[in-house]
T-cell receptor
């Protein structure tokens, strides 16, 4: 079984400032890692994912996350946030074993509030 | 490709009533998932289908819950004898088999049991 911890329930930050949203996971098997974003009144959207290869993954809108196996972390960062980044961000893990459902285990979410 | 559609968007029901939600996945996606999200929590896995076969159910899915995916297309989630604890956002997602393909989530159905 896997679990995901997002320690920060809310992160307030001023526009154009950098931000880091923390995610730690626990698993007895290898995992794939994901960040999803949920804007108000919308469904969850995949922001980025780590499956294999380079431990640094990037999204098209400037976010990046780095897989750190030794620290079992997958923190999300952005060097300069925009007001439109205000949303709920969820970290999730999935079992890597073949034949599994690829079901996701989510963290409790971090609300990023960007202020002017 | 119109995305994943869920109907209704909102449902208010009295305790003890039955409710049914519908999910229309992306047409070429063979996997369909149901998740439940309560306030302040991340989505929790309920069940998933590969084509028409229901392959896994969470222990969260009590006997009052049933899901179907006839013909491997749309899916329905029914809750019988609703309880106040069933109040939540019910999310549907679809994907192609294989984790390389990310989920596409619908906007969800918000259930309020009064």
């Amino acid at each position: 079984a896997q679990s995901v911890t997002q320690l920060d329930s809310q992160v307030p930050v001023f526009e154009e400032a950098p931000v880091e949203l923390r995610c730690n996971y626990s698993s007895s098997v290898s995992v794939y890692l994901f960040w999803y974003v949920q804007y108000p009144n919308q469904g969850l959207q995949l922001l980025l994912k780590y499956l294999s290869g380079s431990t640094l993954v990037k999204s098209i809108n400037g976010f990046e996350a780095e897989f750190n196996k030794s620290q079992t972390s997958f923190h999300l960062r952005k060097p300069s946030v925009h007001i439109s980044d205000t949303a709920e961000y969820f970290c999730a893990v999935s079992d890597t074993r073949a034949g599994t459902a690829s079901k996701l285990t989510f963290g409790t979410g971090t609300r990023l509030q960007v202020m002017l | 490709d119109t995305g994943v559609s869920q109907d209704p968007r909102h449902k208010i029901t009295k305790r003890g009533q039955n409710v049914t939600f519908r999910c229309d996945p992306i047409s070429e996606h063979n996997r369909l998932y149901w998740y439940r999200q309560t306030l302040g929590q991340g989505p929790e896995f309920l069940t998933y289908f590969q084509n028409e076969a229901q392959l896994e159910k969470s222990r969260l899915l009590s006997d009052r819950f049933s899901a179907e995916r006839p013909k491997g297309s749309f899916s329905t989630l029914e809750i019988q004898r609703t309880e106040q604890g069933d109040s939540a956002m019910y999310l549907c997602a679809s994907s192609l088999a294989g984790v390389n393909y990310g989920y596409t989530f619908g906007s969800g159905t918000r259930l309020t049991v009064v």
